[in-house]
Every structure is written in C-alpha cells, then in structure tokens.
C-alpha cells in the first residue's frame, strides 16, 4: 500500500489549549480549614485545662509505675559497699544498652582517681607480636580477658598498668613465656589461680560489648610494643580493698586506679632476668580443664618463695665464682690439678708450671718464694 494513501473519511484532530487561574482555585473544604483546625485546638486546651483546675490540691500527677519523687530505689549489686568488686560493675549491665563512647577520666567507683602515674623504678622494654596467625589471636583474646575481667571500668590508666604486669610476666623466667600461659596459670584449680576471673566462676558472665572493645584496644596496643612505664617491672598486684600476705614482702611501686602494684625485690626483679622477646606457642585461650583429682595440682607459684630462690641462686653463684673451696677445719684437702693434653702430661703436665725450681737466693722475697704452688689451706 502507498504509504501516501490515506482515507479522505478521516478527520484530523482539533487542537485544545485552555488556561486556568490557580491563584483563585479553593475548593470548599480548603476554605473552611482554618476554621476547623482554631476548633480543634481550643477543645483540646478545654480538655487539658478544666481537669487540672478542677483536681483537688492534695492530688498529684504520676507517670506509669514511676512512684512519688520520694521513693528510694534499691541500689544494684555493685553498687552496695562490700558486696562486689571494683571493675564489676559492667557484668551486670551486659544486657543493657551501649552508652554513648566515653573518652579520658573514667574511674573506678573505689578509687576516685589515679594516685600514682609516673614512672616507678625501671621501666618494661617493648614486647612486640609481629606474627599473625593464631599465636597474634589468641593472645589478643587473652589479653583483653585479662584486662576487662581485672579492670572493666577503670580508667586507661589502670587498664594499661594491667596489661603491663601481664608481659612483665610472660618475660619472667618464673612464669609461662606465652600470654595465654600467663593469664590462665592454675585455672584449673579452685582457688590459687594466678589471676581470679580464671577460676572463681567470672568468665559465666556476659561481657559488656563496648567496655570489651575498650579493653581489646588496650591489648592491642600492648601487644605491638606500647610500654606503660608507671608499672615498672610490676609482677603482682591487688585491689585496694584487700591485703595479701605477700605485700610487705615485694616492692611496692603505687597505685594506679583500683590496684597496687608490685615488682620482686633483688635479683629477681632486675632488669636483666627479664627477657622481652615473644617466641610464640601460644595455647588456647580457654582456662585449662579442673583437676577433679584428690590430690593438688601443681602448686601455686608463690612470690615470696620465688624471690628466695633468686636470692639463694644469686648467692651461690657469687661464692662459687668468686670464693675458693674451702674444707672444714682439721679436714684440709689440696685442690685438685688441672687436666692437660696428652702433650703437656708426656712433658711433665703440671711440674712445668711449678715453682720448684725458684731459687732460694735472698733476691726473693719470702711472700713470693712459694708462687706456682697450689694452695692446701688459704691463708697460708
């Protein structure tokens, strides 16, 4: 078909145009609007006012179960002297909803602040776990256990100080040399666990969310080399609220927020015996599985008694490097001689080395004329 073709019966569309003016277009209910919404408003003030001018004097308003101004409310758990421990607090708002971040200044409820920050004794050198893997996450997990278990709500302050005494430990010869080793020590058993959140029934508690992020900050940063230096060489500490037999015993450097801290006396708490070098094998972050057994399981390490051992150590070694043998009166008995090589003994071993052959001129003196031989009894 022609695309031309078109039929003549058809008729072309009429344009339509119309114009509207809007400025004058209300409908009837738009008009009576403003009428309607002045009425409404003057019944609900009608409403709100009549009752409270007709309300005796002696009535007063409640909100829900609120209760009268004056009714005491029954303090929480933690919040009664002596029926908790500081830093408790948060495991029994687990269930609650997160505050709002809090930053610098957060205390603990038994210590209104830090009394002690600077630097006490020698400070800690760096422990630094560049590795990652599940040594580096296991050891995170301890360590923020430890820190939020120990001082949940207190301030940074205390909570570096803890994580400190922590790798203080891990670098003592006298403790385990991982984080984990350290923080779940003698958690299988009842009581004499190193660390008390361990074995006391804590860890049934529901951590706080916000606070444990907090504290996993805290670890973190420990565990990639930050030093708190207020804690010193600390291995021990303890809350203010208690006395351990052991505290006059160690050295003691302060108190940081809730606790005071303490590092071993002598050789045991020099810088040299400890070693800030992390070598891995970290175990699961779990406490290790209660000893059912009657008898006791290995025995707590105790502070006092570690010390000794470094004194007593420290002491032999002194007199076996500096102090010759010495027998017992009436009992004297020569040192023996040195072993030589088969060479020296076929050339005379040690007669080579005596002075026997010095000559008894008068051109030595008598405190020199016994030089080379060896010593039977000292002083003579």
């Known amino acids: ?127 630094r776990l560049g590795n990652s893997g599940v040594d580096r996450s296991r050891a995170v997990q301890c360590l923020t256990a430890a820190i939020y278990y120990e001082a949940a709500s207190e301030p940074d302050a205390g909570q570096r100080a803890v994580a400190q005494v922590v790798l203080n430990r891990v670098a003592h010869p006298s403790y385990p040399g991982t984080v984990c080793g350290v923080v779940y020590q003698g958690s299988e058993r009842t009581t004499g666990c190193q660390f008390s959140f361990t074995c006391d029934g804590a860890l049934a508690r529901v951590p706080n969310r916000m606070f444990w992020r907090r504290a996993e900050d805290v670890a973190r940063e420990a565990l990639s080399g930050f030093v708190y230096a207020p804690a010193g060489l600390a291995t021990h500490y303890h809350t203010v609220a208690v006395h351990p037999y052991w505290a006059e015993s160690l050295d003691y450097l302060g108190t940081i927020g809730a606790h005071r801290f303490y590092r071993f006396k002598g050789p045991a708490g020099q810088p040299a015996t400890f070693r800030f070098a992390y070598l891995g094998g970290e175990p699961p972050a779990a406490p290790h599985p209660r000893n059912t057994a009657p008898r006791a399981a290995e025995a707590a390490p105790d502070p006092v008694a570690i010390q000794r051992a470094y004194e007593s150590g420290l002491q032999a070694a002194q007199r076996d490097a500096f102090l010759p043998a010495v027998a017992a009166p009436g009992h004297a008995k020569p040192a023996s001689a040195p072993v030589y090589a088969a060479e020296l ?26 030089s080379g031989r060896w010593i039977v009894q000292p002083g003579n």
Do not use: C, K
């Open 1 to 127: 078909m022609d695309p031309s073709f078109a039929l003549t019966s058809e008729q072309r569309p009429r344009d339509f145009s119309a114009r509207l003016r809007r400025s004058r277009a209300r409908s009837l209910g738009a008009a009576r609007a403003p009428r309607r919404h002045g009425r409404r408003a003057l019944a609900l003030l009608s409403a709100v006012a009549l009752p409270a001018f007709a309300m005796p004097a002696d009535w007063a308003l409640g909100i829900a179960a609120a209760g009268p101004a004056g009714t005491p409310v029954a303090p929480m758990p933690f919040e009664r002297p002596g029926e908790s421990f500081p830093g408790a607090a948060f495991y029994y708002l687990a269930g609650e909803p997160a505050p709002a971040p809090l930053g610098q200044g957060i205390h603990s409820d038994a210590e209104p602040a830090p009394t002690r920050v600077e630097p006490a004794g020698p400070a800690a050198r760096a422990m």
């Open 345 to 370: 003994e076929r050339r005379g071993g040690d007669a080579l080395y005596r002075g026997d052959g010095l000559p008894n001129a008068s051109d030595v003196l008598p405190e020199y004329q016994q």
